[in-house]
Structure formats: structure tokens, C-alpha cells
């Protein structure tokens, strides 16, 4: 047989349940924007000289060739 629950130990729980429910939403997020961030920041940014086409490439690099006109191109520095 089941024992009946107070009220007071029910609401107490559930209030428990949302709470950490919350707590692992914001990590969870914050994570996952830490991880965003990482990935935009180690991007790099180019603009074609010759065809003024601007274009990000993954990971850190120097020189990349433009997907347009093929001319290859200096990282933009900010």
C-alpha cells in the first residue's frame, strides 16, 4: 500500500525539482555558448581584393583562396 504525502513534502519537492531543472538549463547553456563562442572566435575573416566578396574560413589561417573568383587573399585583422 502507498503512504499518503503531506502537502507541504510534495510542494517542497516539486519546488526542488524545478529549481535544479533550472540550475541544469543555464549550465547546460552556457556551455553550449562558451562552445559557439570558441568556434566563431578561431574563424577567419577574408574580403576578396579582386571581386570584393567576403568570406569566413574555419580555424586560424593566413591566406585562403576566394570561393567566388579563386584569388587568394590576406586574413582581415581588426
Same mark, same amino acid.
Given at each position: 500500500?502507498?503512504?499518503? #504525502? $503531506? %502537502?507541504?513534502?510534495?510542494? =517542497?519537492?516539486?519546488?526542488?525539482?524545478? #529549481?535544479?531543472?533550472?540550475?541544469?538549463?543555464?549550465? !547546460?547553456? $552556457?556551455?553550449? $555558448?562558451? %562552445?559557439?563562442? $570558441?568556434h566563431?572566435?578561431?574563424?577567419?575573416?577574408?574580403?576578396?581584393?579582386r571581386?570584393?566578396?567576403?568570406?569566413?574560413?574555419?580555424?586560424?589561417?593566413?591566406? =585562403?583562396?576566394?570561393?567566388?573568383?579563386? !584569388?587568394?587573399?590576406?586574413?582581415?585583422?581588426?
Amino acid at each position: 500500500m502507498l503512504q499518503p #504525502i $503531506d %502537502l507541504d513534502v510534495f510542494l =517542497a519537492c516539486l519546488v526542488a525539482a524545478v #529549481i535544479g531543472a533550472l540550475f541544469f538549463l543555464q549550465f !547546460w547553456y $552556457d556551455r553550449r $555558448d562558451a %562552445l559557439l563562442s $570558441d568556434h566563431r572566435r578561431l574563424s577567419s575573416v577574408f574580403s576578396c581584393t579582386r571581386c570584393s566578396f567576403t568570406y569566413v574560413r574555419p580555424r586560424r589561417r593566413a591566406e =585562403a583562396s576566394c570561393p567566388q573568383c579563386g !584569388w587568394n587573399n590576406a586574413r582581415l585583422k581588426f
